[in-house]
């Protein structure tokens, strides 16, 4: 086998780690929980994908992009990520709010959500994500910060 490919494959793999924010044990900067739901959460530059991952999704490659995940688990003996009604909005540095749209993907069981958010210049975004687990009707809502360094 080609080391190379071998060496494409593994650092894909972390790649991907690196946007799945799920399956933490105990409370990270990453999840918030809610009692009987865990909301995990992630935020990184598009750019930081392989463009095969991101044009699987219709996400372009591009360093103005920012990619949400979101992954819903509900807490039992067997923890499982569950659908649910996800939304929310990035406030920019200038103090611009953006919707997110999210799109539901699910990879070998796993359920997870993507949003595509613009980046528009080096600083700090602030993120407010709304949830609603699926057969609930009360939303649980994360916010959070992330500092994003334009190329």
């Known amino acids: ?24 044990h105990g409370q990270t900067a990453h999840e918030q929980d809610f009692g009987d739901f865990v909301v995990h959460f992630s935020a990184i530059s598009a750019s930081q994908l392989p463009a095969d991952m991101l044009r699987k999704y219709g996400i372009a490659n591009d360093n103005h992009q920012g990619l949400l995940n979101i992954a819903v688990e509900q807490k039992t003996e067997s923890s499982h990520m569950v659908s649910a009604d996800v939304g929310g909005t990035v406030t920019d540095l200038f103090g611009h709010s953006h919707p997110v749209r999210f799109i539901r993907t699910d990879e070998a069981g796993e359920i997870d959500y993507l949003g595509v958010f613009p980046i528009t210049g080096s600083g700090n975004y602030r993120f407010r994500i709304d949830v609603v687990a699926a057969g609930r009707t009360r939303p649980y809502t994360v916010r959070f910060n992330r500092d994003y360094i334009e190329d």
């Open 1 to 24: 086998m080609n080391h190379k490919i071998v060496i494409a494959a593994i650092a894909q793999a972390l790649l991907v780690l690196l946007l799945i924010p799920r399956h933490a």
